[in-house]
């Protein structure tokens, strides 16, 4: 039986999609219709992330899966890599494998697909088409200020996770029923 | 999805012998002929930056290199830069424990996420930079060698007086370059100076090849190459005074001036587009597109299975009709006669337009080349002219005007297919700007044959086509050639000789080739 924590602060949508053993961290905003898949190992994320809308995270290896602080993870993102320090951004529909270990301050550009076995260094921005990888002065920012935004607007439209409720949420194989 | 107006599938054929859609082909009203970009002379109207729409008179931009002087591009990704603020606490000068917030700036690109601290820039007070220009350190030789050249080109002015001179390529410098621009400047030089030898410029001395060149330094075979640190080609070639190897050291680059450009007809030398002068305004005064004047075919129905030489199948094309008179189109075999040097094909087009006099076809795809023999076609044509009384004068020396001015760009192409001409003209009324909105519009009654029209609506109209393969290597794609004849009618006629006259109606052919395997949008 899968389980979810949630850390108190974190704002994390009733309508996303969240399956297998996922921890979210404080002030964590998961949007509604945001994808967390834990169908192999758990996915654990830190504090002061954004999962946008259709944004996609997924954990297919047994190993489990963290995710550092301050990475924003934009609208129809597909994420799968095996590690994520802080700081990080994944553009909209960017698409990014199951074999990369991703550091901190990396950008991922709006639609590329960023597929390489190794460890991608520090401060790398992809973009383009076809694909073009630089390495940044600086990392990016953290989104305080939205992130303050989103916890205080996002629950007068949506319900919210309630995050001192302990709840058991239906295991992987309900992939195949729906 | 493809395009609209299908810009792989149906191609028209220019009267110089290139294969455009017909989006990219002009008609010139006056000549009544399609024109490309290749037979128009295009002219620079004004300059402007497409970024922050600023218009910039020609000597300007000539002297800050056809670039903007606020706008920058990305030098990493050539997007356009944009301005970010940040705040930073500084205190008070005289009360240096108060702290007060003060704005900075920096340039930012959105797409790459460079920025103007990853080049070492610090931030600046101000929106407007100053920002760091990269410095040319062959700039003294440049002058040195443009004055040279300069000097050079006086020499020639000055000495064109005399007749024996021969024409030099410094000359045409001198006609586009810097030179004409400064002559004055400059005392006309007396005989004796003449004839001194210009000092040489340094950079022009050639140059010394080395014996033995220095060792490599140790760090180039230790040091581990970092391929993001090193820039590319193009990130090189955009910083053309610099080139720097590291891209730590690009520089943003000012913004490139944009032109709006008027084309003329090489012929007739009127104006075939012209836009309005305002850098924001995207309206023409005058614009002659062939999607306004000459009816747009479009693709409807492809081929369902390949076709193999010698079978028939059958196509659906659509036809609309852009202009504001009615119009009567008929198909003909493809009769396009690409341009040739020798005078038999031009004898047979003209003979040919000779047997229907009424009809004022257009033989421009018979036009003997410019090149080489014009003088021997143009006495081929002006006795055939007095004969056959098809031609006025007017056309002849349009004709021969089309010899000496139009460039000859026979594009190859294989058209395979031959089209069975249906005998009834297919009639389409005029354009109606609100029948696009209207559903429920009455379809106009032509009395089509159903088995020719199958679908009429306003402008528009679909025809059935039988098309033949030819018995040739069935293995290319199935490639339709095929004549339109139009009626078209000339307005401009009645609006130069103030209404006196009555719109002239003449009737005009298009050659298209339509790809058959295509797969309409």
């Not at chain 2, 290199?65 to 606020?70: D, K, S, V």
Request: with cysteine.
């Amino acid at each position: 039986m899968a389980n979810l924590q949630i850390t108190v602060g974190a704002v994390v949508c009733v309508e996303a999609e969240i399956r297998g053993d996922v921890r979210i961290g404080t002030k964590t905003i998961v949007h509604p219709c945001a994808k967390i898949l834990a169908t192999g190992g758990p996915i654990v994320i830190g504090d002061a992330n954004i999962v946008e809308e259709l944004a996609t995270i997924e954990n297919k290896s047994p190993e489990p899966m963290v995710i550092g602080n301050n990475n924003v993870f934009e609208v129809g993102s597909l994420v799968k890599a095996k590690a994520i320090g802080d700081h990080n951004i994944f553009e909209t529909k960017c698409f990014v494998g199951d074999e990369i270990s991703i550091g901190n301050g990396c950008v991922f550009g709006a639609g590329t697909k960023v597929t390489p076995s190794q460890a991608v260094p520090d401060n790398s921005v992809f973009y383009g088409q076809p694909l073009k990888h630089r390495l940044a002065g600086e990392r990016p920012s953290a989104q305080t200020l939205q992130i303050d935004f989103l916890s205080r607007i996002l629950p007068n439209y949506h319900n919210i996770i309630n995050p001192t409720i302990k709840r058991e949420i239906p295991a992987l194989p309900a992939e195949k029923t729906s | 999805m493809s395009h609209l107006f299908q810009l792989d599938t149906v191609k028209y054929v220019c009267c110089c012998g290139s294969l455009k859609p017909i989006c990219n082909v002009y008609f010139c009203r006056h000549c009544l002929r399609l024109r490309c970009h290749y037979c128009v002379s295009h002219e620079v109207d004004s300059h402007y930056c497409g970024n922050c729409s600023e218009n910039m008179p020609s000597a300007e931009a000539k002297q800050k290199r056809n670039r903007c002087g606020t706008c920058y591009d990305c030098p990493s990704c050539k997007q356009t830069l944009s301005i970010r603020a940040t705040t930073i606490q500084v205190p008070l000068e005289d009360e240096p424990e108060k702290l007060v917030a003060k704005k900075l700036y920096y340039l930012a690109c959105g797409f790459c996420r460079w920025t103007s601290r990853d080049a070492g820039l610090p931030d600046s007070q101000n929106t407007s930079g100053p920002w760091a220009e990269p410095e040319n350190p062959l700039a003294q030789q440049i002058i040195e060698i443009s004055d040279y050249f300069r000097m050079l080109a006086i020499r020639e002015k000055n000495s064109k007086d005399k007749k024996f001179v021969q024409k030099s390529k410094y000359l045409a410098a001198g006609r586009h370059g810097v030179a004409h621009l400064l002559p004055r400047r400059y005392p006309v030089s007396v005989p004796e100076e003449m004839s001194k030898p210009l000092p040489t410029p340094l950079y022009l001395a050639p140059t010394e090849g080395m014996e033995d060149l220095p060792e490599l330094s140790d760090d180039v075979y230790e040091d581990e190459l970092i391929i993001p640190k090193v820039t590319s080609l193009t990130q090189r070639l955009r910083q053309l005074e610099t080139q720097p190897r590291e891209t730590s050291k690009l520089l943003p680059t000012h913004k490139q001036l944009l032109v709006k450009r008027s084309l003329r007809c090489r012929v007739c030398e009127r104006n075939i587009s012209k836009p309005e002068y305002s850098p924001v305004s995207i309206k023409f005064k005058i614009q002659l597109n062939a999607y306004f004047h000459v009816p747009q075919i479009r693709l409807m129905t492809p081929l369902n299975e390949p076709l193999v030489p010698g079978r028939k199948a059958r196509i659906v094309l659509r036809l609309a009709n852009p202009t504001q008179f009615p119009t009567a189109i008929r198909f003909l075999p493809f009769s396009f006669v690409p341009l040739q040097k020798d005078g038999s094909t031009d004898k047979r087009a003209l003979d040919a337009g000779k047997f229907d006099p009424t009809r004022e076809s257009s033989t421009d795809h018979s036009l003997p080349s410019h090149t080489l023999t014009p003088t021997t076609s143009i006495t081929f044509i002006t006795p055939s002219m007095t004969g056959g009384g098809t031609l006025g004068s007017g056309e002849s020396t349009q004709i021969m005007k089309e010899i000496h001015v139009l460039p000859r760009r026979s594009e190859r192409f294989s058209q395979n297919c031959d089209v069975i001409p249906p005998a009834d003209e297919i009639v389409l009324p005029p354009r109606d700007e609100t029948s696009d909105f209207d559903d429920f519009a009455e379809t106009p009654d032509f009395n089509d044959d159903p088995k020719l029209v199958p679908w009429r609506k306003a402008n528009k109209a679909a025809v059935y086509l039988d098309v033949i393969r030819q018995l040739t290597d069935g293995s290319e794609p199935p490639v339709l050639g095929i004549t339109i004849e139009y009626d078209y009618v000339n307005t401009i006629v009645a609006l130069e000789s103030k209404g006196v006259q009555e719109p002239q109606k003449v009737r005009l052919q298009a050659h298209l080739l339509i790809a058959l395997d295509r797969i309409p949008s």
